[in-house]
């Protein structure tokens, strides 16, 4: 019966050790998560998302003069081509956020000079334009759905000042920028979640980097995965208030639905991101004075560990964060897109540079050979 003798099945590869990656390192055991060996909470504290992009890339902090040349490079690709803009105009009003990133990723490659040069420079080079260029794709989207004027980008900003700006149209206060970009440090890379596994199983046909990128964005619209940043806040929405929290999670867990933000394949004593992530939600309740949110928060968070022993993961304090800020909820998922590109395309590139087919194998479990009638 079997397409291949197997010793043993593991569903969904749980716990499966498909290779090595040298960009970060999940450790479970201490609730930690390094990039290319630096805690990503001191990233997060101490590095701009345009140098921890440098980071993933190159496997070091950039000097000041790479940051330069990077940071030059980055504020001539943040105009969306015309061609593009126009294909995502075009689109429904009515689509999720995340086919228009699916989409324009898909356009790009189709428009992309260099879409079928595979050297590590062009590799690099594809990588710096597709993550200069998503700011424009999600504020655009944004605000084509509330029936604004699009915003170009400005090249005086920083890669989350001028994001808010093309997003909102307004300078954001300095609190908001340094919350955004923790945010984006804390999304940009981990290891082999199911959106890198995705593009680098596309990249070991030995397609094009946007292919990969356009793949992993389709597997990280799930709600299983990005898509539960989203969901997290449609939650806080049906519960309403803390003191409505617990009832409606006995009665959510009693019917068997899954609580959106909660648990992870990996961690399972708790998220390294979350502290760090609910101290920026913290930040942002104080600037915005809207205490109510933690409530909910905190008293959702207590009542899943005391029935279930389920910790929340990043997108449990990302949601409300994201919400503060002032952004549609469906752009949530975005936004995940938009920092993960970093970590996706270094994972593309290293799989490139030490390539094997990946293709697994199954054991057949349909019917046993029979004639066509
Ligand atoms: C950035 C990220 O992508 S982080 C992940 C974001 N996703 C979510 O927040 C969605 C909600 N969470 C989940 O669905 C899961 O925890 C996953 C998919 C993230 C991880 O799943 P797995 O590692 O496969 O764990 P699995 O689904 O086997 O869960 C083990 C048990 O805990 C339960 N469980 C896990 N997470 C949850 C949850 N959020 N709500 C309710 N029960 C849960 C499962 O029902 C299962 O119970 P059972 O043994 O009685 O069947
Ligand atoms: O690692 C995972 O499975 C999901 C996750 O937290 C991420 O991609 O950030």
Not at 32 to 61: C, M
Not at 149 to 162: M, T
Not at 166 to 178: D, L, R, Y
Not at 255 to 280: E, N, Q, W
Request: with cysteine; net charge negative.
């Amino acid at each position: 019966m079997t397409e291949t003798p197997t010793s043993e099945i593991r569903k969904g590869l749980a716990g499966v050790v498909a290779d090595h990656s040298a960009i970060s390192k999940v450790n479970p055991e201490t609730n930690s998560l390094l990039y290319r060996g630096y805690p990503v909470q001191d990233l997060a504290a101490r590095a701009s998302f345009e140098e921890v992009a440098y980071l993933l890339w190159h496997g070091d902090l950039p000097t000041s003069d790479q940051l330069e040349e990077q940071t030059k490079a980055e504020r001539a690709a943040r105009a969306l081509p015309e061609n593009v803009k126009a294909a995502i105009l075009e689109l429904p009003a009515g689509c999720h956020p995340m086919d228009v990133c699916r989409t324009a990723v898909s356009q790009l490659g189709a428009h992309d000079p260099q879409a079928e040069d595979s050297s590590p420079e062009a590799e690099l080079a594809k990588a710096l334009r597709l993550w200069a260029v998503m700011p424009a794709v999600v504020a655009l989207d944004q605000r084509r759905r509330r029936g604004q004027e699009i915003v170009p980008p400005r090249d005086d900003l920083g890669y989350s000042a001028n994001f808010l700006w093309m997003t909102f149209g307004e300078e954001a206060e300095p609190a908001v920028v340094k919350a955004f970009e923790a945010s984006m440090v804390l999304y940009a890379e981990h290891s082999f979640n199911a959106s890198t596994f995705t593009a680098r199983v596309i990249t070991s046909t030995l397609s094009d980097l946007h292919s990969a990128v356009t793949g992993a964005i389709g597997a990280l619209k799930g709600p299983l995965h990005g898509g539960a940043n989203e969901a997290v806040q449609e939650t806080f929405e049906e519960i309403g208030t803390a003191d409505k929290a617990v009832a409606w999670l006995d009665e959510a867990l009693a019917s068997k639905r899954k609580i959106m933000g909660f648990g992870h394949r990996v961690y399972k004593k708790g998220d390294s991101r979350v502290p760090t992530m609910r101290a920026v939600l913290g930040d942002l309740v104080e600037h915005y004075g809207e205490t109510e949110v933690l409530d909910l928060y905190d008293t959702l968070e207590q009542a899943m560990g005391e029935r279930k022993g389920i910790k929340p993961n990043l997108d449990y304090p990302a949601g409300p964060a994201y919400h503060l800020m002032g952004f549609d909820t469906n752009i949530f998922t975005p936004l995940f897109v938009a920092s993960r590109i970093t970590g996706w395309t270094a994972h593309i590139m290293e799989q490139r540079a030490s390539n094997a087919l990946i293709r697994p194998v199954c054991e057949y479990n349909g019917p046993d050979e029979r004639q066509v009638p």
